[in-house]
């Protein structure tokens, strides 16, 4: 065995769970650590506090002079609790989060010192942020972002740290990051939302999208991690052949969660309840060292904002616990990779869950205008809605057989299909009092009875509807929730716009009762939304067949998926609900595919090391033992020697041949990237990249791993998936 290889697996033996002493109930803690309303009571004016609370819930701005107030509040309250520094903390179209410290701490004359944080410090900062990607929005050159406060998702304290949540925007106002869109979003699928409730009840006010995220992940002993140059470098193995035992038992899934695992687990969660972020499930998942954590829904926007603060903290928490956590979609062949479900749902200010059905057969029907409407949304919008969700990462897992086929369906169960169909052969035009009564009792009427006891599930449909959310379960475990519920919501708002302009139209021009416009409108919806509709296998082939036949997209690489993010209609779509304009549209197309090249690159790049580096020099040690074995064997026997030697003879011919073969794929693929790497147009060196040079990665694996098998353990330099995958 290597002796980082040795002494990886030695200390992972070694390791003991950390004690995690719970003095404090956490309902008691919640928060405590977030400027949410408490704190704000305590240390805001009631005209400041009234002028966030204002912000929050109607977008209105705040004062100059408010925000002084509202600085010097947070200041202090940050202070209390330990704080020393402040940052404006954004997220960058990199995906992930950034922020940059600056002290409170400023001198006066006299050689003194105060603590301060003006209004203006809350309000705006001017980070040196022109190494971050902008789709060619900001030249680097002529004017930096700046990052605002975004008061709709509190301050917190992190690590002695005061974080407040910002956009971050160029000077020209467009939106350089993941926020400000999803935002824009939310506003207006909020707006669009009101307008049809109205139909249903005059006292809706506002509709809030709420995110209820389900986050997977693997824990590895970050000693053995750090013996992975491809988990470092690259978040998941490149190589590894697949351990004697996999998950094919079953036994991981919802068992005792390991004693380590656990106290990590505990640990995360005591940060996440001082940040407020509702951490509530935690368990084991499919594969061997995979786990899950789950929140209580919230807000989108601010569910998104833990999540990627929740992503942050694990890795910070693991480190004491001498874990790395691996947010890959798909660290290691063979078993399951992570996702990341996207739990979505309107909700009104009067209490209302539109994608519950009520009480009264009037509740029932808005029910049905939501579910419909989400369900036209999702048929008309399927391939957009697939690009929200592609990633180089996410490539892997989308397709393999545990995941959701990079063809976006949306499965309802059998009994809301039979509402649907029922639906579908109401009368056109205005319809008789006896077929309404008979609509509304039966069909409409029949709803919240069904969904009480439906325990309908499919596992592998993309979108899927559970009762009360739709759940959207292709989102990689890497993901930015923003990206695909900036998605989700436009298209939900286009819909529901369209939808109250149609049913309106019947009113006004066809002289129709507004019930009977309604059911007419959701007539046609219901019948030219069928193809996106499905309740069977997902996983399977049949699937993929019959998917084509229904004029589905199934674009299974992220080059070929993002493509229509730069569509007209979708240049369109956005412009029109003011959610992107054009250059910020087209900027995150230019990203995402400059990010995906930039992903594989590196992949490549690890691989061909990787290879050439730990296991050709490995697999030609352990042939040169063989050869002096046989050499020895020679001197002794002499002519006969062959007898004695037929296995060894049979090896160093194999490896010879494993040996040549990754060279060969290895050049070529060296070949193939510097011809890409010339290569000037976005869309094909993305091809390349995709198309030319991944492909090989599986070649090189396979001879690869063969070697595993092969070789000496005691010479084998990578740390196992029986060692990564196994050890607790
Ligand atoms: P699972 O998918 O593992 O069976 P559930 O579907 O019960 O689990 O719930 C998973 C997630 O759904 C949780 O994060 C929960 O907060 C979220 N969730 C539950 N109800 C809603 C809702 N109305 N809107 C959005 N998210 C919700
Ligand atoms: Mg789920």
Redesign the pocket.
């Known amino acids: 065995m290597s002796t980082l290889r040795f002494h990886a697996v030695k200390a992972s033996l070694k390791r003991k769970p950390l004690k995690i002493k719970e003095s404090k109930r956490r309902s008691e803690i919640f928060g405590s650590y977030v400027f949410n309303e408490a704190a704000m009571r305590q240390y805001l004016t009631k005209t400041a506090m009234n002028s966030v609370i204002e912000a929050i819930e109607k977008g209105t701005k705040i004062n100059r002079l408010e925000a002084g107030h509202i600085s010097t509040g947070m200041k202090e309250w940050a202070i209390s609790k330990g704080a020393t520094h402040y940052t404006h903390w954004f997220q960058p179209l990199t995906g992930v989060t950034a922020e940059k410290h600056d002290a409170f701490f400023e001198t006066i004359e006299g050689g003194m010192a105060i603590e301060k944080f003006g209004g203006d410090q809350l309000v705006q900062q001017e980070p040196d942020a022109s190494s971050f990607p902008s789709g060619g929005i900001r030249n680097t050159f002529e004017a930096r972002g700046y990052t605002a406060w975004d008061p709709t998702s509190p301050a917190f304290i992190y690590d002695g740290t005061l974080c407040v949540p910002t956009v971050f925007v160029s000077y020209t106002g467009e939106a350089l990051d993941y926020k400000t869109p999803l935002l824009r979003a939310l506003q207006v699928v909020d707006n669009a939302s009101v307008a049809v409730c109205k139909y249903f009840d005059k006292n809706v006010k506002k509709v809030t999208a ?5 986050q997977e992940y693997f824990l590895i002993d970050s000693a053995m991690a750090a013996s992975r140059p491809d988990i470092l470098l690259t978040g998941r193995t490149v190589f590894g052949h697949s351990p004697a035992k996999g998950q094919q038992l079953d036994d991981h899934y919802f068992g005792t969660i390991p004693a380590r695992a656990l106290a990590y687990m505990r640990d995360l969660e005591y940060h996440c309840m001082l940040l407020g972020i509702p951490a ?2 935690r368990h084991n998942e499919v594969a061997p060292n995979q786990f ?1 954590l ?4 919230e807000e989108a926007n601010l569910a998104v904002d833990h999540n990627t603060l929740l992503m942050d903290i694990m890795q910070k928490i693991a480190k004491r616990h001498n874990f790395t956590v691996l947010m890959h979609e798909k660290p290691f062949a063979g078993v399951n990779g992570s996702g990341k ?1 996207n ?3 309107l ?1 009104t200010n009067t209490g209302v ?1 539109l ?2 059905p009520g009480k009264t057969p009037m509740s029932n029907l808005q029910f049905l205008t939501f579910f419909i409407s989400t369900i036209k949304a999702v048929q008309t919008h399927e391939e957009l809605l697939r690009s929200a969700i592609a990633s180089a990462s996410n490539d892997y897992r989308l397709g393999a057989n545990e995941a959701p086929p990079a063809i976006i369906s949306v499965f309802i169960g059998e009994q809301l299909t039979k509402v649907l169909n029922e639906l579908e052969s109401v009368t056109k035009g205005k319809l008789s009092p006896k077929e309404k009564t008979d609509l509304k009792l039966n069909v409409v009427g029949k709803i919240p009875e069904i969904l009480r006891d439906n325990t309908d ?1 499919n596992r592998t449909s993309s979108f899927a509807f ?1 009762g ?2 739709f ?1 959207f379960r292709a989102v990689g475990s890497t993901a930015n929730c923003a990206k695909p519920m900036m998605v989700l919501n436009t298209i939900v708002a286009k819909q529901l716009i369209d939808f109250k302009i149609e049913v309106d139209e019947l009113i006004d021009k066809k002289d129709m009762k507004k019930d009977d416009a309604i059911f007419n409108v959701l007539r046609e919806y219901i019948k030219t939304s069928k193809a996106i509709l499905f309740e069977g296998n997902g996983y399977s082939e049949a699937w993929e067949k019959e998917a084509k036949k229904r004029g589905l997209s199934n674009n299974k690489t992220t080059p070929e998926a993002l493509k229509i993010k730069k569509a007209k209609s979708t240049i369109a779509l956005f412009s029109s609900l003011k959610v992107m304009n054009k250059v910020e549209t087209e900027a995150r197309y230019e990203i995402e595919m400059e990010e995906y090249i930039l992903h594989v690159q590196i992949e490549s790049r690890v691989i061909g090391d990787m290879a050439r580096n730990h296991v050709v020099p490995t697999a030609v040690r352990y042939q040169n033992i063989l050869i002096e074995n046989v050499t020895g064997l020679k001197a002794i026997y002499g002519n006969q020697y062959k007898d004695f030697a037929k296995e060894q003879l049979a090896l160093i011919e194999q490896i010879s041949q494993h040996i040549e073969a990754i060279n060969s794929s290895v050049t070529k693929m060296i070949g193939e990237r510097k011809t890409c790497n010339k290569e000037t147009n976005l869309e094909k060196k993305a091809d390349g990249y995709c198309h030319k040079i991944k492909p090989l990665f599986e070649d090189i694996r396979y001879h690869c791993d063969k070697l595993e098998l092969m070789v000496d353990d005691g010479l084998w330099p990578l740390t196992k998936y029986r060692e990564l995958l196994f050890t607790k």
Do not use: C, D, F, M
Request: charged share 25%; aromatic share 12%.
């Open positions: 709420s995110l209820g995220w389900e509530k499930t899950e789950a929140p209580i829904y479900h739990n979505w749902s909700s869950n994608l519950s599930r559970t009360n959310k759940e």
